[in-house]
């Protein structure tokens, strides 16, 4: 029962900040709209000054006093979500999507009164042009040419969307076109020298191409990165290594070593905040640092002297909030002669406000381990093996490669223990005196476990083993899946002792999931109740119809979407196909329309309809009245047409009534809602009812997400009192609700009693 009370814990845990090796020194806020990207610019007498991009315009502002930032000036302009900044000499350029050209700020006139909107470029020598009204981002490099990534037309045109060549330094302020390459969408990128490296977003790979001849450029080579939503890419200061970002929840910022063009290698990976579903967004190589901006976490830096072991050594978590969604940190700027790093809020504060953030830093390279993993028995090398500093102010685990090396790390200097382990072997723990800038070499011998075989039984309340019945055991190293006998046995060859979840169903039963610890002395015996309950961690034989040519229901761990803005209207960050099952039941599964992940209309529900149908169930014998089950609903964009809803139903074999409708109006949107229904007050009840949950998306173009979790039968159940609840549990600690708030006996939902010892229980109180 531990993971159900961290998970009701969960809230209160979210909101929290921190912040280690970064200090905040000063911020300029905007209090009536939001902030894109942003960069930065020195002026002849030294001055520094943040460049920000705004929903409503660009702002300038002298950063020289860190900590008394001042708003130079500010530029009104169309409204956008997006807009992107760089600078070459004495001025700025910035792109949105808005349908606003490029805009030229020219940075000596500091009361922002000289600017110019351009729109359409020439070739200077054979007199192509072409025209572009929008674009969502760009990049200057050191020779002036200014790359314009991912543009569009307001006019019907097509220019390139994956990139366009503009000098700029022969006019600053007439820059002329000089080629484009568009093999792909480009959604961000850099360029050094005569090599461009792009984020190929919808491709999921970095493109790395040659730019010499702006007539005709070429690609030299391409590589996937880890979660195949590539946004963008940075080049290291010897030119040997790439790293990139993909924008999507509990990403991975990725090292590429490009010293043969021909043979792209990624070298390592890492996540900021495992687990916790923030999204990166923007990263710089700075010398020998990797400064990036997350979503919902903030600026992060990690050292890269060494590119296959990437360490976090600093962070700053700006937002107030956790996990997935488009809110926080867009973007971070650590390149001013001063050392500090700015970066751009989207809405860091209650009022939702954009917002400038002034960092100095307190990073130093990291204290680099390394080291290999043996067999303790006879010196073969081991792969795969965990390694785990223990009380680092970052965690950074690592494992074991095919020839049983290993590179780890951490930020602060200090004498720690490391933790190996290996499924199958005895971990051990080492002592480790690590220093900064010094590579550490440690490595370890484990002692083989001995396997052993388990048995054990599903039984009914009286004893008799049920047959075909589902029996997942596991830990963090070992799944064993398996399937009852006619008796209601199973069996498991070579196991290791050790702790396990063991999660056990059977349509017709309520699912059982404990924690036991087994060892070659134990009998595993499982005790099931009759019932109906499917949190879908089994295929317990839901069936699924419908006409649509995508987002038909499938079962599996959800993929979140986010949905930012659709056909002209915005929706913020709303989380659209949920990115999570519902909490306290067993496993992570749940029916979902489409699981496709991506973004929020690439595996939606499309030109018709999708039915999920339940097995039957018997609600005469098992005196079963109550239906209750969490759905999740979503729609966005399109006409809204009435026929694009979520509608829940019960049949009894003859007849079929509708229990619930959802629909644009009604939805709730980004969150899991609960339903209980008493099915006799709709329908008679039979030996051969089923519940049925259908949604289309009839022609209307509209975004559609819908998902179904936890499904049950029970009987009616009468308000509980404190006293018949401590009778049979121990003493009762608080009732809290499913988003863990503290309630009484009188509510009319999902309740969870949490005892002294432990132990959570679900009730549902009927008055």
């Known amino acids: 029962m531990k993971r159900i009370i961290l998970v009701l814990?969960?809230?209160?845990?979210?909101?929290?900040?921190?912040?280690?090796?970064?200090?905040?020194?000063?911020?300029?806020?905007?209090?009536?709209?939001?902030?894109?990207?942003?960069?930065?610019?020195?002026?002849?007498?030294?001055?520094?000054?943040?460049?920000?991009?705004?929903?409503?315009?660009?702002?300038?502002?002298?950063?020289?006093?860190?900590?008394?930032?001042?708003?130079?000036?500010?530029?009104?302009?169309i409204n956008s979500t997006w807009r992107d900044v760089k600078t070459w000499g004495n001025f700025a350029y910035i792109t949105t999507e808005a349908d606003a050209g490029l805009l030229i700020v020219d940075l000596t006139d500091m009361t922002g009164g000289t600017y110019w909107h351009v729109s359409n470029f020439t070739h200077p020598t054979n007199g192509s042009s072409v025209e572009f009204t929008a674009a969502h981002n760009l990049f200057i490099d050191e020779n002036g040419i200014c790359y314009i990534f991912g543009a569009s037309s307001a006019t019907g045109g097509s220019p390139s969307d994956g990139a366009i060549f503009l000098d700029v330094a022969a006019n600053a302020t007439a820059p002329v076109y000089l080629g484009e390459w568009d093999d792909e969408y480009i959604h961000d990128g850099m360029v050094r020298g005569d090599t461009m490296y792009a984020g190929c977003i919808y491709a999921g790979e970095l493109f790395v191409v040659d730019v010499s001849d702006k007539n005709n450029p070429s690609t030299l080579g391409t590589h996937s990165t880890p979660n195949a939503f590539t946004h963008n890419a940075w080049i290291s200061d010897d030119g040997d290594f790439v790293f990139t970002t993909d924008e999507k929840s509990d990403a991975y910022l990725a090292a590429y070593d490009i010293s043969n063009i021909n043979n792209i290698q990624e070298v390592d990976r890492i996540q900021s905040n495992p687990g916790e579903l923030s999204i990166p967004h923007n990263t710089h190589v700075d010398g020998n640092f990797l400064i990036t901006s997350y979503y919902r976490d903030g600026t992060t830096v990690h050292d890269i002297t060494q590119p296959n072991n990437m360490i976090q050594v600093a962070h700053y978590d700006s937002y107030s909030g956790a996990g997935n969604g488009f809110d926080g940190c867009w973007g971070t700027y650590p390149f001013f002669p001063s050392g500090l790093i700015i970066s751009s809020e989207i809405n860091s504060s209650a009022n939702q406000s954009a917002k400038l953030m002034i960092y100095e830093r307190g990073f130093v390279q990291a204290c680099y381990l390394e080291g290999n993993i043996t067999d303790a028995t006879n010196g073969n090398n081991l792969s795969g093996a965990s390694i785990v500093i223990l009380n680092t102010p970052i965690t950074n685990n690592s494992t074991s490669n095919l020839l049983g090396e290993y590179v780890s790390g951490t930020a602060s200097a200090a004498n720690y223990d490391v933790v190996f382990s290996k499924p199958g072997y005895l971990a051990d723990t080492l002592s480790a005196s690590l220093t900064n800038g010094v590579i550490t070499i440690l490595d370890a011998a484990l002692q083989p476990l001995v396997a052993f075989n388990a048995g054990g039984m599903v039984v009914d309340v009286l004893g008799n083993g049920i047959a075909s019945t589902d029996v997942v055991i596991y830990n963090d190293d070992f799944t064993f899946t398996m399937t009852t006998d006619a008796n209601g046995n199973f069996s498991i060859n070579s196991m290791y002792e050790g702790s396990y979840e063991v999660i056990t169903g059977k349509w017709g039963y309520i699912t059982s999931c404990d924690n036991e610890y087994i060892d070659a002395s134990s009998s595993i015996t499982i005790t099931l109740e009759e019932g109906y309950y499917d949190d879908f961690i089994f295929d317990f034989g839901w069936t699924v119809n419908g006409n649509a040519s995508t987002g038909l229901w499938e079962r599996g761990e959800p993929e979140g979407t986010i949905l930012a803005v659709w056909q002209g209207t915005s929706y913020g960050a709303l989380e659209f196909n949920p990115e999570l099952d519902v909490s306290l039941d067993c496993g992570d599964f749940a029916f979902v329309t489409g699981n496709g992940g991506g973004s929020a209309g690439d595996d939606d529900v499309d030109d018709g309809n999708t039915v999920l149908t339940s097995p039957v169930f018997d609600a005469i014998n098992n005196s079963a009245n109550y239906v209750e089950y969490y759905k999740w609903f979503a729609i966005g964009g399109g006409n809204g047409n009435s026929s694009d809803e979520l509608t829940i139903s019960i049949s009894n074999g003859i007849t079929t009534v509708l229990l619930e409708t959802i629909t644009l109006n009604s939805s709730p949107l980004n969150s899991w809602t609960y339903s209980i229904f008493d099915m006799s007050q709709y329908i008679t009840l039979t030996t051969t009812m089923q519940l049925i949950i259908e949604t289309a998306d009839l022609g209307s173009g509209d975004l559609i997400e819908a998902a179904f979790d936890k499904f049950s039968i029970t009987n009616t159940t009468s308000t509980i009192n404190e006293q018949e609840l401590t009778t049979h549990k121990g003493k009762l600690i608080k009732i809290v609700d499913v988003l863990g708030r503290s309630v009484n006996t009188t509510e009319k939902t999902p309740l969870f009693y949490i005892y002294e010892n432990g132990v959570v229980e679900k009730r549902i109180v009927i008055q």
């Open 9 to 77: 814990m969960m809230p209160l845990m979210a909101l929290g900040q921190s912040n280690f090796n970064l200090s905040l020194v000063g911020s300029y806020e905007w209090p009536t709209t939001e902030g894109s990207d942003i960069w930065g610019w020195v002026d002849g007498s030294g001055n520094e000054y943040a460049l920000i991009g705004l929903n409503d315009g660009f702002a300038c502002v002298n950063v020289s006093n860190p900590t008394n930032p001042v708003q130079e000036f500010y530029i009104s302009d």
